[in-house]
C-alpha cells in the first residue's frame, strides 16, 4: 500500500512543479543584423553579442510584467572564426555583461573554454550572413547563465566586454567597441512560485 502511495506521489509531482513553475513572455528586441542564425537541431535562434555599452546595441531582452521574483536564463557561447589557419589549441575567455536601464550591471559572465583540434559546435548553424567572412564563424562551447530577478516590469540587455585568446605565452585581448565576441542562445523566463525549487540546468 505505501509503494503504491509514493508511486502516485513521483507520478503527479513533475505536473505540479510545471504547474507552478510557470513560464513567462518576454521578447527579443536586437537589431536584425544581430542574428547569427539558427540551429538545425534545435531551432533556436542565435545572437551575435558586440563590445558596447549601450543597450540598444546589444541583445535587448523587454520581460514580462509580473509582481513575483523570476528567473531569466540564456546559453551564453564563444563566437569563433575557426578557419583553416586558426591555431589549436586555444584558452578563449569571452566575457559578456547584463545591464538595465543602461547603466546599472546586474551581473558579469565569463565563458572558459580549451579549444582543440576537431572541436565542432553541438548543432550546426543556418547562418544569416553568406559573406565569406563568415564562412568560418560559429559558436563554441556553451555556458547556462541563470539570474534571479525581483517582480516588476524590467528590460535588460546583453553586451560584451571582452575576449582573451591565449596560446602558449602570446596571449590576444580584444576589447575594442564594435566587435562581434559572443554568442547567445535559448532563452527562458519563469516566473518562481513560493515552495518549489526550481530545476535548471
Keep these: 500500500m505505501l509503494s503504491i502511495v509514493l508511486s502516485l506521489l513521483m ?16 521578447e527579443v528586441r536586437a537589431d536584425a543584423s544581430r542574428i547569427l542564425g539558427k540551429g538545425q537541431t534545435s531551432g533556436l535562434t542565435y545572437y551575435d553579442v558586440i563590445i558596447t555599452r549601450q543597450p540598444n546595441s546589444g541583445v535587448p531582452v523587454k520581460l514580462d510584467f509580473t509582481r513575483r521574483n523570476t528567473t531569466f536564463q540564456f546559453d551564453l557561447h564563444h563566437r569563433l572564426s575557426l578557419s583553416p589557419d586558426f591555431v ?3 584558452d578563449v575567455t569571452t566575457t559578456v555583461e547584463v545591464i538595465s536601464g543602461g547603466t546599472v550591471s546586474l ?11 576537431g572541436d565542432v559546435f553541438e ?3 543556418d ?4 559573406a565569406e567572412v563568415d564562412r568560418y564563424v560559429t ?3 556553451k555556458k ?9 516590469s524590467q528590460s535588460l540587455s546583453i553586451v560584451g566586454q571582452s575576449v582573451i585568446v591565449t596560446r602558449g605565452t ?5 576589447d575594442t567597441p564594435g566587435q562581434r565576441i559572443a554568442v547567445v542562445s535559448n532563452f527562458k523566463f519563469l516566473e518562481d512560485r513560493p515552495g518549489t525549487p526550481l530545476t535548471i540546468d
Aim: no cysteine; glycine share 8%.
Design 127 to 130: 547562418k544569416v550572413s553568406k
Design 170 to 174: 602570446r596571449t590576444t585581448r580584444v
Design 107 to 117: 551581473g558579469i559572465f565569463t565563458l572558459i573554454t580549451t579549444v582543440k583540434a
Design 88 to 90: 589549436y589549441p586555444a
Design 11 to 26: 507520478f503527479f509531482s513533475p505536473l505540479s512543479q510545471q504547474q507552478q513553475n510557470s513560464e513567462l513572455r518576454y
Design 139 to 141: 559558436p563554441m562551447g
Design 123 to 125: 548543432e550546426t548553424i
Design 144 to 152: 547556462t547563465v541563470t539570474m534571479k530577478l525581483s517582480g516588476g
